[in-house]
């Protein structure tokens, strides 16, 4: 889990097959956004801004931007 810069999203990894993340306005309990990262553990995520994020596993570092 990590939380944007202004604290106003959270950043959570799931444990299903595809290590699927997903973005929440947490304050307002609502999903923003959700998507697949792939089939190995995610080991840990950051943010770099308010729409882009990064996350590692043991083999890739990978970065993605919210959209909309």
Same mark, same amino acid.
């Given at each position: 889990m990590?939380? #944007?810069? #202004? /604290? +106003?999203?959270?950043l =959570?990894?799931g444990q299903? &097959?595809?290590? #699927?993340?997903?973005?929440?306005d947490?304050?307002n309990?609502?999903?923003l956004a #959700?998507n697949?990262? /792939?089939?190995?553990?995610?080991l ?5 801004? &308010?729409? &882009?994020?990064? =996350?590692?596993?043991? &083999?890739?570092v990978?970065?993605?931007?919210? +959209? /909309?």
């Amino acid at each position: 889990m990590a939380f #944007s810069p #202004s /604290g +106003n999203k959270l950043l =959570t990894v799931g444990q299903d &097959e595809y290590h #699927s993340v997903a973005i929440y306005d947490w304050q307002n309990q609502v999903l923003l956004a #959700s998507n697949k990262v /792939g089939p190995d553990r995610v080991l840990d995520c950051c943010w770099k801004d &308010e729409q &882009e994020f990064m =996350t590692v596993d043991a &083999e890739f570092v990978r970065f993605h931007k919210q +959209n /909309g």
